[in-house]
């Protein structure tokens, strides 16, 4: 037998009060004087053997009652076989998982509260020198030091729901760290969902540790969630009938019927739709809408869903009408490009010669048209190269008469090499007929609803041999390739195999010109823009044009402002995102006091999959590591009985205090009726 209390035996000294008290008679003797004691010898001897009898009883009864009621503050046990050492000062750790997956609920309890209350059942099975670590996804800096069970209870009250979430190597690490070369007792409580909780095949467990592991599941797993958002044409223009399309995702396995799903935009609902999704599927849902105005509109895609709310809402911003910048370098005195782009103001077009080129206008600009160029030379070669790197588009139209040697080393460099020059002289240049294009290809999504079969193609001839990008979007009947494009670091190469010379291609007049320059041109900008970015993504990129390497941006909101750790490099802010519990919503990117731009942050979809690890895959677990101890996903109270049972033993302070009750009614009837 073991006792939690140890320290209360020490009260089984008490035992000796009652024991004074029989040995040492402090009643004064009362006189009674009688005419005769003849008659009371006889029963004087036999009143005395039943005083003696009494009083060694009662005696008796002191002493057990006293002794079992000391007993059951120290809380004898019987130590199970695997057995912790409970009973001795030591260190407990805690971790709970406070991410918003917790809030499923089982029996009316959200997971999240029902983990608070185990860690408080449990602390009260140790000794009051315990020494106790909690540790949340937060990974706070007041969490890595030791308390006693009252101010571990205190900062309970004090936990909430956190966006940030953490897998099970980096919470061992972080505990262990804590008083680091101490053996602890390790508590992971959690609902322990796959996408968050890692890998629990490549764990490595210190072995002077013991861990419990404690699976807290709601009865429901359902949720609903955005899975991505995207623009059907690339740019928003005001006064138009633009679409957004949304895909859902339903973890649940029972199928969601007529949910109403909305669409908000400044805080204004502008569209909704009734959606219908299988269970454990998908479903792509179109909404139409229409903005007035040029500025960044703030926008969320809403629904209702519980348990799990915390992802109802998802944010975006829309940038309206946005202004692309097309920088045309062309040696040509009369050019098509220009007249494609002038006709719209959503472009803005730079015409320029190539031996006068401003290069600090090359990283202002979305798209790159190189047009009737005979020579690159080596710097402009470098120039374009590093702007397609940093994410821009470079559209390349040859010479009829191009130089050889120097289109190479652009080719080369930009990984789409080139043979020979097929012709000399454009009047005898070989015209071939263009393939219908791929109607399935993404490049000509939104330009063809269907392609008639006799639909009259242009011609063209090419002007390099073996000049073919890794994907082709345009081919000649006579199996060349006449547009095709590459991607080289961040951004895209479009290389249109012909020269815009009416003896080499009649493609200008032809109405197919029109939608692929525009095309390039959308894509060059739709690209580069994000409408809503995640927490979890560390560090995002964000266009700046002209801007000092010396200037601070902040995010700011209503409720707070940081400065984020962040860096330029090629035009590009690199923010990271601090791993702090910060709220989905719109954050204003400042720069002295002036809104720039305005961004949509989101929580990581990772939290929104509903899929946790099973009972027999944590059993796994504890049959490679034999100081693991596995809980099956009851609830708290079935939980805290299993761990007495298995780490304790059988509690006997009830059964001491019956007995000590017991003791002391007998105590009162030996008095009464002997």
């Not at 309890?109 to 449990?122: C, D, F, R, W």
């Not at 106790?132 to 990974?139: E, G, Q, V, W, Y």
């Not at 013991?210 to 623009?231: A, C, F, T």
């Not at 900008?525 to 994000?530: P, W």
Request: glycine share 4%; proline share 4%.
């Amino acid at each position: 037998m073991s006792f939690i209390y140890p320290q209360f035996l020490y009260a089984l000294a008490a035992i000796s009060i009652p024991v004074i008290i029989h040995l040492f008679n402090f009643q004064k003797p009362k006189k009674v004087f009688f005419s005769n004691i003849e008659f009371l010898k006889a029963v004087k001897q036999s009143t005395s053997n039943k005083l003696k009898l009494k009083h060694l009883l009662i005696l008796l009864a002191r002493i057990l009652f006293i002794a079992f009621l000391v007993l059951a503050f120290a809380q004898p046990f019987l130590r199970s076989d695997n057995a912790g050492d409970i009973g001795t000062k030591q260190i407990v750790a805690f971790y709970l998982d406070n991410s918003y997956s917790m809030q499923n609920e089982k029996e009316g309890a959200v997971s999240l509260e029902s983990g608070i209350k185990a860690i408080t059942q449990v602390s009260e099975l140790y000794p009051k020198s315990s020494r106790f670590i909690l540790i949340t996804n937060d990974f706070e800096a007041k969490d890595d030091y030791l308390r006693d069970v009252d101010q571990l209870k205190e900062r309970l009250t004090e936990l909430k729901f956190s966006n940030i979430y953490r897998d099970f190597l980096s919470v061992s690490k972080r505990i262990e760290r804590i008083e680091e070369g101490q053996s602890k007792n390790i508590f992971f409580i959690s609902d322990f969902q796959k996408s968050t909780t890692g890998d629990l095949n490549k764990l490595s467990l210190d072995s002077a540790n013991r861990y419990y592991l404690v699976p807290i599941k709601g009865e429901n797993h359902s949720n609903l969630y955005v899975d991505s958002i995207g623009l059907k044409t690339p740019l928003i223009r005001p006064d138009e009938n633009n679409t957004l399309e949304v895909t859902l995702v339903n973890t649940s396995a029972e199928k969601i019927e007529d949910r109403i799903v909305k669409l908000y935009i400044d805080n204004i609902q502008v569209s909704s739709a009734n959606i219908t999704i299988p269970a454990s599927g998908k479903q792509r849902t179109v909404f139409n809408f229409s903005v007035s105005g040029g500025e960044d509109k703030k926008c969320k895609i809403s629904f209702d869903d519980s348990p799990v709310s915390f992802d109802n809402d998802y944010f975006f911003t829309l940038n309206v009408s946005p202004k692309i910048n097309i920088l045309h370098i062309t040696d040509a005195t009369k050019t098509y490009i220009d007249k494609v782009y002038e006709n719209e103001n959503v472009f803005r077009i730079t015409k320029t010669l190539s031996g006068s080129i401003d290069y600090t206008a090359i990283s202002g600009a979305n798209e790159v048209v190189l047009e009737n160029v005979t020579e690159i030379n080596a710097s402009l070669t470098d120039a374009l190269v590093a702007f397609v790197k940093k994410g821009g588009s470079l559209f390349i139209v040859p010479s009829s008469k191009p130089d050889l040697t120097s289109y190479s080393d652009m080719f080369r460099k930009i990984g789409m090499p080139i043979g020979s020059v097929v012709v000399s002289d454009t009047a005898n240049a070989n015209l071939f007929t263009i393939v219908p294009p791929d109607i399935n290809n993404p490049f000509f999504q939104n330009i063809f609803e269907k392609l008639d079969k006799n639909l009259n193609l242009p011609y063209a001839s090419p002007v390099f041999s073996g000049a073919n990008g890794r994907t082709r979007l345009l081919s000649l009947k006579n199996g060349g390739v006449l547009l095709s494009s590459n991607t080289l670091g961040s951004g895209k190469v479009y290389l249109l195999n012909t020269a815009f010379d009416g003896k080499m291609t009649n493609l200008p007049y032809h109405a197919l010109f029109v939608p692929v320059m525009y095309k390039v041109a959308f894509r060059s900008k739709n690209e580069s823009e994000r409408l809503a970015y995640n927490f979890d993504e560390g560090t995002i990129p964000v266009k700046m044009n002209n801007v000092s390497a010396n200037t601070i941006f902040e995010l700011k909101t209503d409720q707070i402002k940081l400065i984020p750790n962040q860096r330029l490099a090629e035009d590009n802010l690199y923010l990271e995102i601090p791993n702090m519990d910060l709220k989905p919503g719109y954050y204003s990117l400042v720069k002295k006091d002036s809104v720039v731009r305005t961004l949509a942050f989101n929580y990581s979809k990772k939290e929104s999959i509903m899929d946790f690890y099973q009972q027999e895959e944590l059993n796994e677990l504890k049959g490679m590591y034999p100081n693991v101890q596995v809980y099956s996903s009851t609830d708290t109270s079935d939980f805290v009985k299993d761990f007495k049972k298995d780490n304790i033993g059988i509690s006997l302070w009830k059964y001491c205090i019956v007995l000590s009750l017991i003791f002391l009614m007998t105590e009162v009837l030996l008095i009464r009726l002997l």
